[in-house]
């Protein structure tokens, strides 16, 4: 008759060794948890500032509008002035909202571009940096009816500009909704 005792106490032993690998493993399992989290939550702390630049920098929050211009004939300023360029414009901007509001201030920035060309000889509009800088005074003037100002860049160190790299240069913080102006035909007789 010893052995029905013997049976439950097995059965006993067995179930205290069950529940005590059971919370074992939930205790681990927890503990692991934690650590893990942790550790997360410090690297995401050790890098706020340098990953929102980063994704800042990677992707813009809305996708641009571009609102391209009608394109532009107008004399230049030669000696003589037989020579004219024409000119096609598509503007960057934010998002769709000032593009409207560029709409509204059409007529007044065409006649402000347009004057604006005309100032320039062919010697001017023929090279790089010419265009390069009727684009930023373009920038200005489509800037000028929204409210905005459109900042100078930075000059460069003399040592880069002889070699032409731009490591050094730095372009000014802009939140102007008018991005870019980009040239979609230019064409100088």
Same mark, same amino acid.
């Given at each position: 008759?010893?052995?029905?005792?013997?049976?439950?106490?097995n059965?006993?032993? &067995?179930?205290?060794? @069950?529940?005590?690998?059971?919370v074992?493993?939930?205790? %681990? %399992?927890?503990?692991?948890w934690?650590?893990?989290?942790?550790?997360? #939550? /410090?690297?995401?702390?050790?890098?706020?500032?340098?990953? +929102?630049?980063?994704t #800042?920098?990677?992707?813009?929050?809305?996708?641009p +509008?571009? &609102?391209?211009?009608?394109?532009?004939?107008?004399?230049? *300023?030669d000696? /003589? %002035?037989?020579?004219? #360029?024409?000119? !096609?414009?598509?503007?960057e @901007?934010?998002d769709?909202?000032?593009?409207?509001?560029?709409?509204?201030?059409?007529?007044?920035?065409?006649? =402000?571009?347009?004057? @604006?060309?005309?100032?320039r000889? +062919?010697?001017?509009l023929l090279?790089?940096? !010419?265009?390069?800088?009727? *684009?930023v005074?373009?920038?200005?003037?489509v800037?000028?009816?929204? =409210?905005?100002?459109?900042p100078?860049?930075?000059?460069?160190?003399? $040592?880069?500009?002889?070699? !032409?790299?731009?490591?050094?240069f730095?372009?000014p913080?802009? $939140?102007?909704?008018?991005r870019?102006?980009?040239?979609?035909?230019?064409?100088i007789?």
């Amino acid at each position: 008759m010893s052995e029905p005792t013997a049976a439950p106490a097995n059965s006993k032993k &067995l179930i205290i060794i @069950l529940v005590v690998l059971v919370v074992l493993l939930v205790a %681990g %399992g927890a503990a692991a948890w934690v650590m893990l989290s942790s550790r997360n #939550a /410090g690297d995401e702390a050790d890098e706020p500032a340098a990953r +929102t630049s980063q994704t #800042a920098s990677k992707a813009p929050k809305t996708p641009p +509008t571009f &609102l391209p211009m009608e394109n532009m004939v107008v004399n230049l *300023a030669d000696p /003589g %002035g037989d020579r004219f #360029a024409q000119v !096609g414009i598509t503007l960057e @901007l934010a998002d769709s909202k000032t593009a409207d509001l560029v709409k509204t201030y059409m007529p007044s920035i065409r006649s =402000g571009v347009l004057m @604006l060309v005309s100032q320039r000889t +062919t010697d001017e509009l023929l090279t790089r940096e !010419g265009k390069e800088q009727l *684009a930023v005074d373009i920038r200005r003037e489509v800037s000028r009816p929204l =409210g905005y100002k459109v900042p100078k860049p930075r000059k460069r160190a003399a $040592n880069s500009a002889d070699d !032409g790299s731009d490591e050094d240069f730095e372009p000014p913080v802009d $939140n102007n909704p008018v991005r870019q102006v980009l040239f979609s035909s230019f064409i100088i007789q």
